[in-house]
């Protein structure tokens, strides 16, 4: 495959998964070292109705959703996949060992981009940095995540 | 207000806060140094369709949730109220400054409970420990919670 | 080698490592799911003079080792090994992925006891909790750890 | 206090401090969103013998340091000051409430450069990001801090 047809199956796969739907979360980049993923502000992902503002676990869902679609895409890089099952399989094996997810200003706005960056990855274990920004490019939370790469 | 009345007021905000709803979160418990929320295994909470697990979304969401009334419980321990009002005005002026969670076994199960216990409450910030079990007793994820407290 | 012979190794190689000496770490109880190292109040660890508490990097360097030394005993029960350098070998795979570190009071006191307890040990990475402790059981700090176990 | 004279106080309460002299901390730049601290390679600061790298210790000490010098420069810029006793007030209301580090690469090298950058700054807490380098510029931890500040 590809990377351009890597990339559309990854955005498809992040699609199918039925939470990931709840927050409406689509992968907008996904580049070696550069992910994005994006999503919109909706009446359900409210944690403070007169704030009108995110809830925390928007957040946090998101920035772990980026930093393991980030570790993903730097594992991708050195395999050779021929289909979109292959791809699913290989990031069905990933998991996020742990997560710190740094709240820094209220999750205020209409459209919030979350973006990811390695910071190691090696055959066991990958780490990454995440931010998330609105549409404004406040900088609304960051995150460092450690993931299981297979 | 009695204790009673203040914990009904608790978990009757908790229940008006939008994605908790999605979440499908109700507080069990509100004693200081323990508070217990809990939820049920639903198809939009799903992060693996095949394995059928929890979102790690979900996980930190919950563990965020139960952190800050665990905090809130201890505060209101000092504090006289007298109405639901005043209890939910306490409430919005805390803030989670940031949180760890530590995933340690598939989400799977039916009935999730999410404890609380706290670390230390101070005048401005408090800290807390969160854990995750299924109904089968089995240990999901950890997690520690700094909360901005008013 | 017998447990307690086990015991006495990872004793005498914590000892070996130069920063543990000059923190002056040593290991009182190796047990699986229940590992104590202590140390003492000495003028070189301390961070702040006119208040006389230690600083944070002795509590972030004991909490390491000790969550580290509780993920070995884990590891350990299911290996044979026949000689101290085993047991080295063993240990010196091992290795922090990354550590969170809460401090929760000042670090006053004489003597100071950090314990572990495991919350997972796979075959890759092991996740533990800590805990320091003075000698009138005040609790300074708590922490998790991350470790690869090799 | 002008600025250099505010910068050299700092180098020099960082000095007084016994740990971070153990260590061998010098504080070398001192800017508003950017801190620098060095240290240098020594016996007492390893880890692991075989392979001469730093303990993990090490690591989270200095970064836990650069992370508070970092938010104590964001602090200073709105502060009148006029005497070292009083930047040294400021700081010792200073206090680290959490940090998370991320043990990367390991950690050889002759000398060491952390890095601190402000995340936010607020009335009464602070969260900064920091980086240790080697002297190849080979990037060994990054870590995250939140910090009271008075």
Redesign the interface.
């Known amino acids: 495959m590809t990377h351009d047809e890597i990339s559309e199956a990854v955005a498809q796969i992040t699609r199918?998964?039925?939470?990931?739907?709840?927050?409406g979360i689509r992968v907008e980049r996904f580049e070696v070292d550069h992910v994005q993923v994006a999503f919109d502000m909706r009446?359900?992902?409210?944690?403070?109705?007169?704030r009108k503002i995110l809830?925390?676990?928007?957040i946090?869902?998101?920035l772990?959703?980026v930093g393991g679609v980030t570790a993903l895409a730097s594992v991708m890089r050195d395999r050779e996949v021929s289909s979109i099952e292959e791809v699913g399989e290989v990031f069905?094996n990933f998991?996020?060992?742990?997560?710190?997810?740094?709240?820094?200003?209220p999750g205020a706005g209409e459209t919030f981009v979350a973006t990811g960056y390695v910071?190691?990855v090696g055959r066991?274990?990958a780490?990454t940095?995440m931010e998330l920004h609105n549409e404004t490019d406040v900088?609304i939370a960051?995150g460092?995540g450690?993931y299981?790469t297979g």
């Open positions: 199918t998964i039925p939470f990931n739907q709840v927050i009446p359900e992902l409210v944690g403070n109705i007169p809830h925390g676990g928007v946090s869902a998101t772990d959703l069905s998991g996020t060992i742990d997560l710190r997810v740094d709240y820094l200003r910071l190691r066991r274990v780490v940095r900088l960051v460092t450690t299981i």
